[in-house]
């Protein structure tokens, strides 16, 4: 199993910046393509951003230019940088690893962290 530890959610004012970190605990899986991802209330959970172990990153059009996605594979951490915030950017976010073990390949997700940007 994989945890995937989450932080750095918060309340923040339109235009500001929060910093997203999610850890996975289990040295044993390999950590592939990590990700973020978020749900607002009612809605269904999107992608936001994802990076593959190599550093290839893909961007929802929504968050593109505003939001980075970046890795430390030593520490198996994903991090999201989030700047020019915006009140739709309010939501869940979550984190997503796909971890592989010999021949098999599982998704796992994180807790969720509540981002918050009043207007």
């Known amino acids: 199993q994989v945890q995937l530890v989450e932080s750095g959610g918060g309340l923040v004012v339109t235009g500001g910046s929060l910093r997203l970190s999610c850890a996975a605990s289990e040295s044993r899986f390999k950590i592939n393509t990590m990700g973020w991802y978020r749900q607002a209330p009612g809605k269904q959970r999107d992608v936001v951003a994802t990076?593959?172990?190599?550093?290839?990153?893909n961007y929802a059009d929504s968050v593109n230019g505003r939001f980075t996605i970046s890795r430390d594979n030593a520490k198996n951490t994903v991090y999201l940088q989030m700047n020019s915030l915006k009140p739709e950017d309010t939501a869940v976010y979550y984190c997503?690893?796909?971890?592989?073990?010999?021949?098999?390949?599982?998704?796992?997700w994180g807790q969720g962290t509540q981002v918050t940007v009043s207007s």
């Open positions: 990076i593959t172990r190599g550093g290839t990153t």
């Open positions: 997503n690893a796909r971890a592989g073990l010999g021949l098999s390949e599982y998704t796992y």
